[in-house]
Structures are given as C-alpha cells and as structure tokens.
C-alpha cells in the first residue's frame, strides 16, 4: 500500500466533467447511522428462505483475539443481535451492532489488527434502512446454500447498502490504500425497493490489499433512468473479487483504484456494465457483459488527459451490446501510453463497436457472432521497442496445463458448503490454545494429521497461534481458518539466517496430492532470520492445489515484537537491528512441486505498525525480509491469481528454470516504508539506504540475485530489490502487472508525476534462457521498465503513463 496512490486521484478528480463526477453521493456525516427499531417495512415482494444450513453456523466458535479487548469475541451471528431476516423487520441496528459489538476499530481508528470479526447471515431477508458500516478487520460471510438477501427498504438513507470506508468527513474514515484484511461474501444485494432515481450503490468498496468480494448478486434498478449501481470503489490498492453478477443498474461498477483482479463477473441488462473513474492496471478475466448499452467506459478524463492507465481483459463475451469499449485514446492523446487496451479471447455477439474513441469507432464489431483472438492498443516491445499499435497482435500461446478448454483454468476459494459441521475438525478442540503465547507446535500438529488421516478438514479458530518448529502439512489436507487466524513462528529455530527452515511445510518433495488452505495469515515473532513462512513442495497434476486469501504478514502487529517499540525505523544504513529481521524468504515453491493456484495472496513485510493509533509517528518501522515469492517448480503449471509481494529486500517475485506460469495482476512494492498518514509530511526511508545485500548476504544455492552482473559495480540505485526476476524460465503470461518504487533516500520526487522516475534503475530483470508475455505492465519509480540481462529494453520516457508508465504488450519472441 502506499498513500502516493490517493495523488493520481486527486489530479483525476479535480479534471472530472460533470457528466462523470462520482455519480452516487456517499454521507456526509455519522448521523445516518442512528437506528431506528420502531421502523418495519411490509414488502410482499420480499421472501424470507429458509436454506440447507452452511457447517460455518453450526460448528463451535471459539475464536479469540489474544491481545483484543477483554472477553472479545470474533464470531458474530447477525441473529443473536437481533436481527431477524424475515423481510420486514428494519435489521439494520441489529446487524450494525453484530458488527461493532466489543471495542472494535470503527470511526477514529486507524487501523488494528486485535479486533477482526467474523459476522455471519444465516439465509434470510434482512431488510435494512440505512448503510451497514464493514469495520476494519471484518469478514461478512453469508449461507452460500441459500443466499442471504440484503435488502434496502423504499426509505433507504445513505448511499450505499454495506459501506466499507465511510466519509464522515470530506475524507474516508480509512486511507483507501491502507484498508486491509476484509472480504465479504455469498449474498445477494437488492436495492429494487429504492425509486430508480434515487443514487444508491450496493457496495462502497475503497480498499486495498488482502480484500475480496466473492459470490454476490447485486440486484439493481433497471428501470429508466435508474441511478443505482452495484459497486462504488473510488480509491484503493487493491485486491480481488470474482464471482459477482450485476442485474440492472446505471452502472454495473464504478471503479477507481490502482489495481484489480476480477474475476468471474455478469453483467446483465445495465446502461453501462463497468465504469472507471482512473486506474494504472486492471485485470479482467471471465468476464461476461450480457444487453447492456456500454460494456466497459475507460473514456474519463479527456483525450489530452485521460484518466484510465489499462485494462487487460480475456476469456470474456460481449453479448447484445452496442459498443463494448468507449476509450479517450487517439493518436495524440495524452498521457502517451493511457488507454492501453489488451483484449485476448474475447467472444462478440451482436456487439455493433467493440472499441470506440473519441473520432468514431476504432475496432468495429458486427450483428453477428465473432471471437477476438487478441487485439490491442498501445506500446509494443517485442523485445525491441517502442512501437505504437493499434491492431490484432498474436496470442500468448497458452500452455495446455493452464488451460481449462480453451480458457484459463480458474478455481473460486473453497467454502466445503456440502460437507456438515461434522467434517470438521477444530485447532482449539484438538488441544491448541491459539493464545499468542502457548507453544502451539505439538498440539497443531497432531490437529493436521489426524485431520488427513480422516478426511477431514482443519479448522483453525481464531487466533495466534505460536510454533516453534515446522509445521508439516501433509497429503490430501484441508485447512481453513475463522477469520484470519494467525500462525506465527517463534524462537531460536526460525533464527539463523545461514539455516533458513520452513514455517509451514506443505508435502515433501516427491508427493502428489492436492492440499488446499484458505483465510490464514502467516507469520513471524521477533528475529526470525532464517524462516520460511511457507515452503510447497507437494506436486498436483491431477487436481491442483491451492491457496486462497493466506496472507503473509511479517512485522508491524501487536504481539509480533517488532513493532514501533522494538524496530521503529532507522535511518542510518549501517545501522540495522537485527532484532528486526522478521523472514528469511515469505514463500518458496520448491522444484518438485506443481500444479498450484494461488488467488488473492498478500506476502507482506510491514512498512508500518498496523496497530499504532497516534498520528504523531504514523507507525514507522524498518522490518528485513530476504526474498518475496521463490517460485523454482520444474514441472511448473501455476496460477497467480491476484496475487501481491511487498517490501522484501532482494526481490519480490522470482521465477527460476520453471515453465508454465498465469499471472493475472502480480503487484509489488519495493522495501522502502512511507510516512501513510499524513499526505503534508511524506517522509520515507530504506533502500537504496540500506541497499538490497544489506542485511541478507544473496545465497547463489536458491539463486539469490548479487546485483553484481546487473550493477556491474555501480552503486547507486542499481542494487534495489527486483519486483519481478526472471531466470531460464519459458511459458510465463503476465496478464496485468505493477512494479511500484516510491521513494529514494528520503525522496518523493522520484516518482512524483512527471518527475525523473530514479527511484531506482531498473524493476523487473529477464535473465538467461527466459520467453514470457507480458500484457499491461505497469511501472513506477523506474527508470527503466524491464531488463534482459543487464541490459535496459524499455525507459520510462517513451512510455508516460497515467502515474505508472506503460507497456501494454511486451514479449521476449
Ligand atoms: C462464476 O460465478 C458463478 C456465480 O456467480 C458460479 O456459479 C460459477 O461456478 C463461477 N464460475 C467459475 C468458473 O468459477
Ligand atoms: C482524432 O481527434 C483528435 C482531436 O480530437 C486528433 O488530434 C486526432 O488526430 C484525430 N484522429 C485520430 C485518427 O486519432
Ligand atoms: C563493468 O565496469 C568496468 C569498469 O567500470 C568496465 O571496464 C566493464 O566493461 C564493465 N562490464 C560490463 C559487462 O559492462
């Protein structure tokens, strides 16, 4: 996350016509969240289900937060506030206090990672009359056998149905690029009972990292001149959402953010299906527009300054849609590179334009049905460049392992909702205390095994849970947590950087089988020098395996013991703390493994304290990480599915002799740590002070990189860590891509708009016998954009963007 985010919206905001100025107008102030019990609706057109039950209501809850409030409670079931879900009661104090109940972090907090909160709807109506407000930390789940309806009554006052950044003042209550950790999922969201002219959103949605919406139907006005819209998101880093059908609506969703992974999304029967306020990178994958009179608007802004960095959009339809794509862009636009389009797979019927720009139409479609195979417009490399297009290019040429049919093979979190409560086997039953302070190792263990050797699923209650060796996960199993349960490795095991050991272990080299964790959080307590937070060597070639919301979070958090007390920042290189190296390496996907799909993972190393609450320090810390994402699979055949790595000292991704690799918006940042708060007083250090070797001596056994062939001796910004290296790997596609460096010794300026872009040299490094595709890069603070062996193939200067500068197709063939 970073706060420079919040200035390109700013610039766009300020050059926004009326015509497109955020069309939904969000509260003002806190008083419409007073509840009113009194108030019933009577609407015969809402019916309260009673569905199969979901294993999540019925099992025991004994989440805890150890260093939360007293008597703190996680689990919360909208119905033992209150709440009745019978479509006629106004629910909505009921649920708000099921979300706000213990001292959570609300209005005037910062930010806190003690209080997360589960808050569960079982099926039902659940009519509410004014915003439900999502505190920070919370995951709203809904019965996925039989979605819960959320559903506004006719006298609905506020501007969205779940508000999940609230502006109680003319900013949001949380800066959108530090809202972390949520997600909200399997509902069904009906603004229909509001006059079609009223503006109302389902979902308020400015957030950023480790957030999802997943498996929710916004059931919009389709009436004439309707002003409702499905998802409100203005500002952010973010995130993930897949599996979200939008009927009705002006706009299906308004989007604005830095980037995004979605994933799975129809469109039916709105005005326009998505509407971008700006963006740098978007990703858009499986998504299905269907009678809507304007697909996708990247058109904000003006020709001479446009608003809309990318979209990378493939395995998609447009179907009874008069112009699937309006665009800004012409051939003297600005900025240069804004507007790039990639469009791979893209299945057209009755779609009169496909791409339309300020002149007229740019690609033209036809009454009858057709496929795009790829087609796009903008900055070509391939490698040599730039050359500017606008026209068909070829396809990446698609490994069958990635594939399912002619489409990427793509895998929604696992929710187990037709196995009973019975399936499930829980960590605090099995003897671990998840307190943050017992030794967890044995009793989690023996919880994991017992579980595969039955069958069953882990589930592991809220909590931190403490290890102090390996946890070994062997084949076949299944964890899953309540909320975002913590486990955190301790001690002198972790501790030697010359013997890095795995945290979380997932099979042993030579086994097959597919293991799946869900909602974790991966972590480390004080030193850990030499720790692994997690090492997957179990192959899957007949089902993959996979990871969905697991987050690594390393340094930063109450209880981690490396917080502004113990590491807070230093600005002298030579001084490291070595009480503040967290992680030895965040995840490393070893040679025998395979077959691996990862969706909406954050491997982060804390660039601030989450749970400091004084504006005076913001937070600031300095915490070391070696290495990001090591991915080293011979037989390769990963997904990386909304997937980020942030703030490791040598690298953020890595790839190394493996092939067969989707990446749809892979993001990072470079291990320098801004001031988040406070936008007047910006201050930021870390690399190049201390640079990447400092305090990790590169390892050449995992194929460290030494910055000594790259650098060729230079100092300066050359050694920096690399947002994404690559080694003797072929078959990579990157479908949307974020390399991000903010800061140089103490300086902004570097990556300010318009500015030199010397934050460092160079971001993203092919090395040795390598071919990958590269659609939608988008790099910040980089002089150069990407780097064969040494050598720069791509400046900056030739590819001005919106913020980040932009390739739209780049490719080592
Ligand atoms: C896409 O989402 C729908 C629900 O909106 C779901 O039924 C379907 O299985 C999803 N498809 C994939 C490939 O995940
Ligand atoms: C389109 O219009 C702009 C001005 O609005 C002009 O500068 C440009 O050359 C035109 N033609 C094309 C093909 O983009
Ligand atoms: C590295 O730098 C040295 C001295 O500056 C120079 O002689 C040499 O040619 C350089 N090597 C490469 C590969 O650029």
Redesign the pocket.
């Known amino acids: 996350m970073h706060i420079s985010c919040l200035l390109p919206l700013t610039i766009i905001l300020g050059s926004l016509s009326p015509a497109v100025a955020i069309p939904v107008a969000e509260p003002a102030v806190d008083g419409i969240y007073a509840q009113n019990e009194d108030i019933h609706y009577r609407d015969s057109s809402i019916v309260a289900r009673d569905g199969p039950g979901f294993w999540m209501e019925s099992v025991k809850h004994q989440g805890i937060s150890p260093l939360g409030p007293s008597g703190y409670t996680v689990f919360r079931n909208v119905k033992d506030f209150g709440a009745k879900g019978d479509g006629i009661t106004d629910d909505t104090k009921a649920i708000n206090d099921a979300i706000s109940s213990g001292t959570r972090c609300g209005k005037d907090c910062f930010s806190s990672t003690v209080t997360p909160a589960v808050v569960y709807f079982p099926s039902g109506s659940y009519v509410i009359s004014a915003p439900l407000f999502d505190y920070y930390n919370t995951i709203m789940i809904g019965n996925p056998n039989s979605l819960p309806i959320l559903k506004a009554s006719s006298g609905f006052n506020g501007g969205s149905l779940i508000d999940a950044d609230p502006y109680f003042s003319a900013n949001p209550n949380w800066p959108a690029t530090t809202v972390f950790w949520r997600q909200i999922r399997n509902f069904v969201l009906d603004t229909t009972a509001v006059a079609a002219g009223t503006q109302i959103s389902g979902i308020h949605w400015p957030t950023a990292q480790a957030t999802s919406l997943q498996n929710i139907v916004f059931q919009l006005s389709a009436d004439k001149g309707t002003e409702h819209q499905g998802i409100f998101c203005e500002s952010g880093s973010a995130g993930f959402a897949g599996d979200l059908v939008f009927n009705g609506g002006k706009i299906g969703a308004a989007l604005g953010n830095q980037q995004f992974t979605m994933r799975n999304l129809t469109f039916n029967n709105a005005v326009t299906a998505i509407s971008h306020f700006w963006n740098w990178g978007w990703t858009y994958q499986g998504i299905n527009i269907n009678n809507c009179q304007l697909g996708i608007d990247i058109s904000t802004g003006s ?1 001479d300054q446009q608003s809309v960095g990318s979209i990378t959009l493939f395995d998609s339809s447009f179907t009874n849609t008069p112009v699937a794509i309006k665009s800004a862009r ?4 600005a900025p240069h590179t804004a507007g790039s389009i990639i469009l791979e797979n893209v299945a057209l019927d009755n779609v009169g334009t496909v791409v339309q ?3 007229g139409t740019i690609l033209a479609g036809s009454s009858g049905s057709s496929v795009i195979a790829a087609w796009g417009q903008g900055n070509q490399y391939t490698p040599t460049g730039p050359s500017e297009f606008v026209s068909d290019i070829m396809p990446a040429t698609r490994p069958a392992g990635l594939l399912d049919g002619s489409k990427f093979y793509q895998r929604s979190k696992p929710q187990y909702e037709s196995l009973p409560a019975s399936s499930f086997v829980s960590a605090r039953d099995g003897g671990a205390k998840g307190d943050g302070t017992t030794d967890d190792t044995a009793a989690l263990q023996s919880v994991i095994n017992n579980a595969a050797g039955s069958g069953k699923v882990v589930y592991i209650d809220a909590g931190v849970y403490k290890v102090t060796g390996t946890l070994k996960v062997p084949a076949n199993s299944k964890i899953v947590g309540e909320g975002y349960p913590v486990i955190m490795s301790s001690g002198d095991f972790f501790n030697n950087i010359d013997a890095p050991k795995p945290v979380v272990q997932v099979g042993q080299a030579g086994e097959q089988s597919q293991v799946e964790l869900s909602d974790l959080i991966l972590s480390t307590q004080g030193p850990q020098a030499g720790a692994i937070l997690i090492e997957w060597n179990i192959a899957s070639p007949s089902a993959p395996g996979g990871l969905w919301d697991v987050h690594a979070r390393v340094g930063g958090f109450a209880g981690s013991q490396q917080t502004t007390k113990e590491c807070a920042k230093s600005t002298n290189s030579a001084d490291v703390n070595k009480n503040c190296i967290a992680a030895y390496m965040l995840m490393h996907v070893t040679s025998s493994a395979s077959d691996l799909y990862m969706e909406n993972c954050w491997l982060w190393v804390s660039d601030h304290d989450v749970d400091v609450q004084t504006e005076a320090d913001g937070g600031q810390i300095t915490i070391y990480s070696g290495r990001g994402l090591n991915i080293e699979s011979t037989a390769g055949n990963i997904w990386l599915s909304g997937t980020s790595v942030e703030h490791n000292s040598l690298y953020q991704y890595q790839f190394v002799s493996t092939k067969n690799v989707y990446m749809g918006q892979i993001q990072t940042e470079t291990a320098q740590v801004p001031f988040p708060r406070i936008l007047s007083t910006i201050e930021k250090y870390y690399q190049p002070n201390p640079n990447a070797l400092t305090p990790f001596t590169p390892n050449p056994a995992i194929h460290d990189p030494d910055f000594a062939s790259t650098c060729n001796g230079s100092s300066g910004n050359c050694a920096l860590g690399w947002g994404l290296r690559v080694i003797d790997s072929k078959d990579l596609h990157v479908y949307g891509a974020g390399f991000y460096s903010f800061f140089n010794n103490y300086d902004a300026t570097c990556s300010a708009y318009g500015g030199p872009q010397n934050c460092q040299n160079s971001i993203f490094s092919i090395e040795g016998q390598s071919a990958l595709s590269v659609y939608n890069l988008n790099v910040l603070g980089s002089e150069s954009l990407v780097d064969q062996d040494g050598k720069s193939l791509a400046s900056y200067s030739d590819n001005i963007g919106v913020f980040t500068n932009n390739i739209a197709y780049f490719s080592t063939q």
Do not use: K, R, V
Request: aromatic share 0%; charged share 10%.
């Open positions: 020709s012409t051939d003297s636009s720009g300020p002149n």
